[in-house]
């Protein structure tokens, strides 16, 4: 079994979440090395929709995609043009009275915690996004949030990573991390300081113990259709479909793109390994959004295509230190909001390696909740 140099920190992963650890570790000063199979971008980051957003479903969720945006917000200043970093907003529409009282809980939440929120009525909803239907009980407008194209972000953060002396190892398949380095499949091993388990839902496979499940997802993109849309718009309902651990479900979820495309989503089945395009669950999610935004049903579309966000029992990622291997960092299981809290996560972890306390609480994420 052959040995090669030994690093600070070898990063299995080269996903958003990987991706910014290793950016952040390396300019931190750390000898890193990247390894991935397939290269940059290529698993669930490659099929997301690059929304940058604050969420509130818990006090952990909120603090740890607050965090996140306000580091997304400085990298902006440098990410490259062709990130298409743009701060359009997010707008969460109720359809009734019932979804109109969460948008008002949601703006209370917000407002309390110093996050920018409005409430809109039908006319104001209506002036903000002239092609949803009338007859919508109103929403809550988010404008800090903001989109990202994420595979060109993430390989941004491994050329910095790599601006700053990362290496990169790509086309290699990792069987195992010990807490002294990985192995890869033909036996040769590279040994580490620390070793970061960001490969998602390939987390499982390398360290014993890990629990995360498969949702995987449907999008939908259309031709170029100038200011068709120009805020991420998302149903209420939304909150309910991604929580549920059983039930295949859908919700109406669109995105300007700054190629002035329109990016249709979502849908959510749980522990399906198939990535075929379902066709049963498109028509649902495509006559879900039509039912919202009916002109969406004159578009274009241009491509469909599927992936599979990494989730936990909790809904929570695992972010920390792996409780029986020292060495061993966890960043892993961000089910739908991998893009926000890379930042976040990232920070997390390098911070830990650091020895630095984090700027957050982190103990919400510590991987010893679910040993």
């Known amino acids: 079994m052959s040995q090669s140099r030994t690093y600070d920190c070898v990063v299995v992963g080269a996903g958003i979440v990987g991706a910014a650890c290793a950016m952040h570790?390396?300019?931190?000063?750390?000898?890193?090395?990247?390894?991935d199979?397939?290269?940059?971008?290529?698993?669930?980051?490659?099929?997301?929709m690059g929304h940058i957003v604050v969420m509130d479903?818990?006090?952990?969720?909120?603090?740890?995609?607050?965090?996140?945006?306000?580091?997304?917000?400085?990298?902006?200043?440098?990410?490259?043009?062709?990130?298409?970093?743009?701060?359009?907003?997010?707008?969460?529409?109720?359809?009734?009275?019932?979804?109109?009282?969460?948008?008002?809980?949601?703006?209370?939440?917000?407002?309390?915690?110093?996050?920018?929120?409005?409430?809109?009525?039908?006319?104001?909803?209506?002036?903000?996004?002239p092609n949803l239907r009338?007859?919508?009980?109103?929403?809550?407008?988010?404008?800090?949030?903001?989109?990202?194209?994420?595979p060109r972000a993430a390989a941004e953060f491994v050329d910095d990573a790599i601006r700053n002396g990362a290496e990169t190892i790509f086309g290699r398949r990792v069987v195992m991390v010990t807490n002294g380095g990985i192995e890869f499949e033909n036996g040769d091993r590279i040994?580490?300081?620390?070793?970061?388990?960001?490969?998602?839902?390939?987390?499982?496979?390398?360290?014993?113990?890990?629990?995360?499940?498969?949702?995987?997802?449907?999008?939908?993109?259309?031709?170029?259709?100038p200011d068709f849309v120009s805020h991420q718009i998302v149903e209420l309902g939304y909150l309910k479909s991604a929580h549920s651990s059983a039930l295949d479900s859908v919700a109406f979820n669109v995105q300007p793109r700054?190629?002035?495309?329109?990016?249709?989503?979502?849908?959510r089945q749980y522990d399906i390994?198939?990535?075929?395009?379902?066709?049963?669950?498109?028509?649902?999610?495509?006559?879900?959004?039509?039912?919202?935004?009916?002109?969406?049903?004159?578009?274009?579309?241009?491509?469909?295509?599927t992936g599979f966000r990494p989730a936990t029992d909790d809904n929570l990622p695992l972010i920390g230190r792996h409780p029986e291997m020292p060495n061993v960092f966890l960043a892993a299981g961000h089910e739908g909001l991998g893009i926000t809290t890379s930042a976040g996560t990232a920070a997390i972890i390098a911070?830990?390696?650091?020895?630095?306390?984090?700027?957050?609480?982190?103990?919400?994420?510590?991987?010893?909740?679910?040993?």
């Not at 952990?60 to 359009?88: I, K, V």
């Not at 019932?98 to 996050?115: C, N, Q, S």
């Not at 404008?143 to 990202?148: A, H």
């Open 25 to 35: 570790l390396a300019r931190d000063g750390f000898s890193v090395t990247i390894v």
């Open 258 to 267: 700054a190629t002035e495309q329109v990016l249709i989503g979502s849908s």
């Open 134 to 150: 009338e007859g919508l009980a109103g929403g809550l407008l988010v404008p800090g949030d903001s989109v990202v194209y994420q």
């Open 57 to 129: 479903d818990s006090d952990a969720q909120f603090a740890l995609t607050e965090y996140s945006q306000r580091l997304w917000d400085e990298f902006a200043l440098t990410l490259p043009a062709d990130c298409d970093h743009e701060n359009c907003g997010t707008i969460w529409v109720a359809a009734d009275g019932e979804e109109l009282a969460e948008a008002r809980r949601k703006h209370d939440f917000y407002k309390t915690r110093g996050v920018r929120s409005e409430m809109l009525d039908e006319k104001t909803l209506r002036e903000a996004e």
């Open 37 to 48: 199979e397939r290269g940059v971008a290529t698993g669930t980051t490659a099929a997301g």
């Open 191 to 225: 040994n580490a300081g620390n070793v970061v388990v960001a490969a998602g839902i390939g987390s499982c496979d390398l360290v014993a113990g890990v629990r995360i499940r498969r949702k995987k997802g449907h999008l939908v993109i259309t031709e170029r259709y």
């Open 351 to 371: 911070d830990l390696i650091a020895g630095h306390e984090p700027a957050i609480d982190a103990s919400p994420y510590d991987p010893a909740r679910i040993f």
């Open 273 to 305: 390994d198939d990535p075929a395009v379902d066709y049963e669950i498109l028509g649902r999610m495509t006559r879900r959004a039509f039912e919202y935004m009916p002109a969406l049903a004159n578009l274009a579309a241009v491509r469909v295509w």
